[in-house]
């Protein structure tokens, strides 16, 4: 929207501003998230800062008319969970921004200033009550305390690496072995301690330092766009919006628009700055380009094999052999891959999926599922060794109850499988590996139902199917030992 539309003869698009203003207000309530409300205030407080005098006070003037009237709508939207009548909720939703708009034109009347200072003390007060129970629902502390454990479980992931990182997605693929609590949370919520994460605390700081330098700029020339700079940034630190690439170009164009505005209205180089390059510069440009194109390839490859992972998922039963050799060809293009992997592993012989799944394991020692489809595997096959793949699936991932009870069963199969095959010995090593693996699942679980409190997203309980496997494991286990499994 053009930097006219807030000034006050801006007419018109100053209607159309406040009438965004609203709509913004109560997308921001209705969200219900504490994040995005302190991030925003700490914006609305930079503009504040920013403002002197007669512009200052209509400011705050005019945030509190509209922050007013949001309250009252988002009150009435809640109640109606987000789906009231068409008629009556567009019938409030007018009314509402037509009194805003009609309350925020009262500052703009020299007579009115008395009355719009007892307002504006006033006006906070007076939307409490029309927003009871609502604001309130943004306290809860189950959020609180999940975000807590979800903060903590990925300090503990950063102490692993912390000063280069343990690449891409590090949270993604590492989160599981080590939440303390059942939460779901494949995206740690903070950007800036995903980029720990992947990238190390040396590399945070070089993003911050970036980011900071690009603000520098516009504090110096008090540009309007430092709050919404400033909003964008602050969320990022209890949100996953940097997992977004939309979210890096709105910062890149808002410090754009901000460098704009401070150097009078144009950003640009100057004109013979390219034919002044040094060579060394030119070469460097060069090299990214040369970069720049062998990863365009590598996107290549990686497009074209999802593009074969998916025609073989479309297969149908019958056509096995065909989807086969596409996933094969499709972990050609990107061994990296392990839901290829996975997929192949499950139309291959237990003794070719198992040096599939352990092949996958060099890339990805710490993927759950590698470690459990290779216990099947295994299992299939009679090995003992699946013992040891099955309990590393579990400890990768405690609070996953379908992989608990899977490994249990898989266990108790190959115990009994041992057992009719004339080695009881192991068979009953194996029951005692499946006896303790049940006996770790019934404290943890144990351990949740009693803190009723806790967040527990992803419904974490003790299976019937596992205590029954469990407690039969039990009565036939003896004392584990390595030897056993050989």
């Given at each position: 929207m053009e930097r006219a539309a807030?000034?006050?003869?801006?007419?018109?698009?100053?209607?159309?501003?406040?009438?965004?203003?609203?709509?913004?207000?109560?997308?921001?309530?209705?969200?219900?998230?504490?994040?995005?409300?302190?991030?925003?205030?700490?914006?609305?407080?930079?503009?504040?800062?920013?403002?002197?005098?007669?512009?200052?006070?209509?400011?705050?003037?005019?945030?509190?008319?509209?922050?007013?009237?949001?309250?009252?709508?988002?009150?009435?939207?809640?109640?109606?969970?987000?789906?009231?009548?068409?008629?009556?909720?567009?019938?409030?939703?007018?009314?509402?921004?037509a009194a805003a708009l009609l309350a925020s034109a009262l500052g703009a009347l020299p007579r009115s200033r008395p009355l719009v200072a007892a307002l504006l003390l006033g006006a906070p007060l007076a939307a409490l009550p029309a927003s009871a129970g609502f604001l309130g629902r943004g306290f809860r502390p189950e959020t609180a305390s999940a975000r807590a454990a979800m903060y903590a479980d990925a300090a503990a992931l950063l102490r692993r690496s912390p000063w280069l990182g343990q690449g891409g997605d590090t949270w993604r693929h590492a989160f599981r072995s080590t939440q303390s609590l059942p939460y779901v949370g494949s995206e740690v919520h903070s950007g800036y301690l995903d980029l720990a994460l992947d990238l190390g605390l040396l590399g945070l700081a070089f993003a911050l330092l970036w980011l900071g330098v690009l603000g520098i700029p516009m504090l110096k020339a008090r540009c309007a766009l430092l709050p919404s700079y400033l909003a964008l940034l602050l969320h990022c630190a209890v949100d996953f919006d940097l997992s977004y690439g939309l979210v890096w170009l709105l910062l890149l164009w808002t410090a754009a628009m901000g460098l704009a505005e401070a150097r009078g209205g144009h950003l640009g180089f100057a004109p013979r700055l390219a034919i002044s390059l040094p060579w060394l510069v030119r070469g460097a440009f060069g090299l990214a380009a040369v970069m720049l194109l062998l990863l365009s390839v590598s996107g290549f490859r990686e497009a074209e094999s999802q593009r074969l992972h998916r025609q073989a998922l479309a297969r149908p039963p019958e056509a096995n052999g065909e989807a086969a050799e596409l996933l094969v060809r499709s972990l050609d293009l990107s061994p990296y891959r392990t839901a290829a992997r996975l997929a192949l592993a499950e139309r291959s012989a237990p003794q070719e999926a198992a040096l599939l799944l352990r092949a996958g394991l060099r890339y990805e020692p710490e993927r759950s599922e590698l470690w459990l489809a290779l216990g099947r595997a295994l299992a299939r096959e009679g090995d003992p060794a699946a013992a040891g793949a099955l309990r590393r699936s579990v400890e990768l991932d405690r609070f996953d109850r379908v992989k608990q009870t899977t490994a249990l069963r898989e266990l108790s199969q190959l115990a009994q499988n041992l057992q009719a095959s004339g080695h009881p010995q192991q068979a009953e090593a194996i029951a005692s590996v499946g006896a303790d693996l049940y006996a770790d699942y019934t404290r943890l679980a144990e351990a949740i139902a009693n803190a009723p409190t806790l967040r527990n997203d992803r419904a974490f309980l003790l299976t019937a199917e596992a205590v029954e496997l469990g407690r039969k494991m039990q009565q036939s286990s003896r004392p584990f030992t390595s030897n056993a499994l050989k």
């Open positions: 807030f000034a006050r003869d801006g007419g018109w698009r100053g209607q159309r501003a406040g009438a965004l203003a609203l709509l913004f207000a109560l997308g921001l309530l209705l969200s219900e998230s504490r994040g995005a409300i302190a991030a925003a205030l700490a914006g609305w407080a930079a503009g504040l800062a920013l403002l002197r005098g007669a512009e200052r006070r209509r400011y705050a003037w005019h945030s509190a008319v509209f922050a007013g009237a949001a309250a009252v709508l988002a009150r009435g939207l809640a109640a109606a969970q987000l789906a009231p009548a068409p008629g009556p909720g567009a019938l409030a939703l007018a009314a509402g921004l």
